[in-house]
């Protein structure tokens, strides 16, 4: 199933919600405004003028007029996809009808804002008929404001146990000739409101990791087509720990994350991409530990590796694990197991081009080798390590590669900072590669 | 959906089973009357006379028996509930058959024991329509018995990989016309079982931790309106494991274990409730370090974080990954970063105050600021961190004050402990908010 | 449901895929025919001649014949069981089509490879539909070529989101009149296709490690009595690396792996057998030490964990949390809880013998005790430790056994071995325990 059947976008990095009407201040549309003019990297990939959790209960009527207005005016120039939440809650039905009544003036073509609008997100729901009471007012919507079938976009919040176990319910259900379920676009996990649902207790008040949502929010998304993306992470200022998420949530499948900040949108647009030069990393113990470049040569800075010439080609090392002799062979073999190799943009696109080349060739398979000069105390060691490629890997490492070609296309605001990053001719390479 | 749907208890914190008959003793049912006469912190919120596992084949009518001897002349004061467990088994139709038996005996209102139970825990179940087959015993002996319906409730022990994936029917079944599956109230994982039905092997013959099925087990009690309870720790002198298995647990929305012996009950009832007094940790490495209070500062005692003032204004600190020098503010940020709160039941309720009375004056969400003075070597330093809170956060922080009010509504025998601990005027302010 | 209902193992420890057809060498069967007459610990359980991904697509309709020609002339001797994969792709009817013609040609009796086929891997399934699809033309194969149906089992290769959803939905279709479900075998992951399929992306290019889907291949191989298998692992110089990944597999009752070379198929072979010799560890921080055996005494050799005697039954420990003065009750407990014994086969029978004995005396729970003496620092110290086993203990104890006991039935090419290994007396033991 290709991921841009329904919609321009196979990949959604950031996610980011603005409060819709905040009460008290001359503009009570001043934050919608400002988000509605964020550019290039500070722009997300999806905006969300957020009429739920972020605007208070009795600020959501005059928030759907303010995104009315906003989206009207500025809505054109958003580079991103817009995406309004509004209310819901499996449990209340008044709830409900509150969402429908905003999504159904929201999306009047009379009043502007409709033609910059893609969809709408419906947060707190339920088991897989609950998301088809809020598909069917979507529907409903398009036929009275004589809009084509599922031209507006659900993306849902999937913030209870309920919700998760639909996950794998979506599958049977997609596609049955009584819903439009289609229309699907965004799964995103909402950690806060799921852990109060799942009952679960830390000791600080902080929030569990959920591998499991995680894995099968985006599985369920692989399944169906669709795009996942992670929650909300709310200790805005530690930029580490947002980065350790995203890491972990790309080995899951997961792309695209929550932004609470134009700072976190900035740092979630780019942190998918790959690096513009490659890095050397010695595993030791129980973390990585970076190499520098000292022109050509890779240096193990600090007392991570301990390295010592005892004789003539003999060694001493202690990874931390305790002390061993090593000759030369034994030193090689046991440094190319404990370094890594992160590739840049350039490196994977040197792959794939390599790989291309040998299968037009008429070969399944290639190794593709790597070679460096490490200095680690006073030893100085040249190491090649080689890994096999066939259609499987270089479909698997064709990903990161996808995601920008991607962003390139649909992202015009952020081709010059790309460049910059990678240099015209890489980008030019990464565009025309796969 | 509530928790309190069908029964008065909202959670469980302990599962104490006792065996039903041991040969060889003047009273076979001498352990039973023990365990019935257990009162206070010692007594589980669910006693489970085990005519199971924890009794021989051979002695399990006579156990039948005890059960309606025992529970006939002291569960009037038995202060938890009341849920023998019965035979069954997904493959042995004679099993299940005598499993009916013994429940149509134990539940006989002419012997005495009925009114004081409150319903059976059924083992070794597999597929969604094995649990029906339970279910419609319990069916016929309510009828049998001229019981009005779903007056016994079922828990069922989940301990074979069919009985987890039963866990994702669930709710598509429960409340069909044709089953009372609505009675289900205790979702129990049994991971000894378990391991043997998935063929799982450890080196040393310990259980595999299984974070899988706890998750799916707690996501399947929270879809459904159940209490989730996790498995026996089988290895009882160690009370450091059983207490991290328990905050392991509770991370995952699961927060009732398996109890073996009154000294695993008083910890079991303990640990989920919030502390006494606060506590500030320093996270350093891969591991927390407790600060110790001393009188208004928090002094970080060790080595684990090296601090020292190398000029005005200037530091240098080493957290393990390193030596990084810092001024003033830098080190604040540093240090705001590294530390974490563990809040007392007092902070919990003085927050939720705080929010409550924001909320009525009309805002959305507050900034929750706690500072303290940190000595760490020969530097002090005061250190201010603040959260924002929203309704999701305050509705996700009413977890252990919901759990609080459980206990101290039901649990009268446990009042006396817990005035003890965090004082009167704590524990009504406690029972008063949210 | 019984493991061995459909096919004679219950226990599959290797999968290993050979190329069927490789351009520019004079024998395009060359690699083929070497596997085939592998031997001992260096034949897999399963053999899986590759018409796959191993081997270009150019190449595989000679692939087709050439494992018709080897399996015709080596299949008797090979040991263990012949599984060729085909081509198939959920979202691709003419591969599908061609996977079709290759098994029917292959399954042609008057070819001769049949006789010693035992079914066929289908790779790249789908949802539950996309199984049948491949079960219906297997049924055609079988009914084309007067074959008894289900005469070829099926086995699947989960390597999308799409077929892990259909792990869950197995046990509901196996066994319906319209198919034939119940020919299924091996439930194998392929983690590279899956890393691509649920595009997750590593910095380094390595696969993530996919816990989930392992635990829920595994889940559905025990609720259908089916065996599952791990996915290949490329870095083929890394033999730790295989060995904790199938250590961490068993955790999770998986107990087969694929293998890429006949090296790491000794490995996958030996792997899951209980070591010849007992072993003591000892848990220091974040890892396992082991204990040296010194004639009867278990020296800890060194620092990892401190022990001085300070006085007249007064000791000080270090284990790396900070230093503790004990007694010498509190050290016994100590070092009781930092202590693991890894029990050898002939330990394990010991303990299954003593349970028998005391089950047929009529004790449901005895004590297992297990002492030692241990050498640390300066200190000499005896310990003993217990563990509860009833017949749940028994019953998860038994998994290695019954593992032994299928390799030593199916597999005479390797008794000698496990006779080397253990001794004639101790295989004669494990063979007649249980």
Same mark, same amino acid.
């Given at each position: 199933m290709s991921y841009s059947q329904h919609y321009e976008r196979s990949f959604v990095r950031t996610f980011f919600t603005s409060p819709t009407a905040v009460e008290g201040k001359d503009d009570s549309a001043a934050m919608l405004r400002r988000a509605a003019q964020l550019r290039g990297m500070e722009a997300p990939d999806v905006w969300v003028p957020d009429n739920e959790d972020a605007t208070a209960p009795s600020m959501r009527d005059e928030g759907a007029e303010n995104i009315i207005d906003v989206v009207s005016e500025h809505g054109a120039d958003v580079p991103g996809e817009i995406h309004p939440r509004v209310v819901w809650h499996r449990d209340s039905p008044e709830t409900r009808f509150q969402g429908f009544q905003h999504m159904l003036e929201i999306a009047d073509p009379d009043r502007g804002?409709?033609?910059? @609008?893609d969809g709408f997100v419906i947060p707190e729901v339920g088991d897989i008929d609950d998301w088809k009471k809020a598909d069917e007012f979507l529907t409903i919507v398009e036929r009275e404001h004589g809009l084509e079938e599922r031209r507006l976009s659900m993306s849902v919040i999937v913030e209870s146990g309920q919700a998760e176990l639909a996950l794998a319910d979506l599958r049977d259900e997609i596609g049955k000739p009584t819903n439009n379920l289609e229309r699907l676009f965004l799964l995103v996990d909402g950690e806060v409101d799921y852990t109060k649902d799942m009952r679960a207790i830390t000791s600080t008040g902080g929030l569990p990791p959920w591998p499991e949502l995680r894995h099968n929010t985006s599985r369920a998304a692989s399944a169906n087509g669709l795009i996942a993306v992670d929650g909300p992470y709310d200790d805005i200022r530690d930029v580490d720990g947002y980065h350790e998420r995203m890491t972990d949530n790309r080995m899951k499948g997961m792309l695209g994350i929550w932004s609470l900040t134009p700072g976190q949108v900035i740092e979630a647009n780019e942190s998918p991409l790959p690096p513009a030069t490659g890095q050397w990393l @010695? +595993? #030791?113990? +129980?973390?990585?530990? /970076? @190499?520098?470049?000292?022109?050509?040569?890779?240096?193990?800075?600090?007392?991570?590796?301990?390295?010592?010439? %005892?004789?003539?080609?003999?060694?001493? #090392? +202690?990874?931390g694990d305790g002390v061993r002799k090593l000759d030369a062979d034994e030193l090689h073999d046991t440094l190319v197991e404990l370094t890594e190799y992160v590739p !840049?943009? !350039?490196?994977?696109?040197?792959?794939?081009?390599?790989? /291309?080349?040998?299968?037009?060739?008429? /070969?399944?398979?290639?190794?593709?080798?790597?070679?460096?000069?490490? /200095? %680690?105390?006073? #030893?100085?060691? !040249? %190491?090649? !390590?080689?890994?096999?490629?066939?259609?499987?890997?270089y479909q698997a490492a064709k990903t990161p590669i996808d995601l920008f070609q991607d962003v390139y296309e649909h992202r015009p605001d952020q081709r010059e900072t790309l460049q910059e990053r990678y240099g015209e001719s890489v980008v030019e390479r990464a565009m025309n590669v796969g």
């Open positions: 804002a409709l033609e910059h @609008l @010695l +595993d #030791v113990g +129980d973390r990585n530990v /970076e @190499l520098v470049d000292t022109g050509g040569r890779y240096a193990c800075e600090g007392d991570d590796l301990e390295l010592t010439t %005892i004789g003539e080609g003999t060694y001493e #090392v +202690d990874t !840049s943009l !350039s490196d994977i696109v040197d792959s794939m081009e390599q790989f /291309e080349a040998a299968k037009e060739a008429g /070969e399944g398979a290639i190794a593709m080798e790597r070679s460096a000069t490490l /200095e %680690i105390g006073d #030893v100085t060691v !040249s %190491i090649t !390590s080689d890994r096999m490629w066939d259609e499987a890997t």
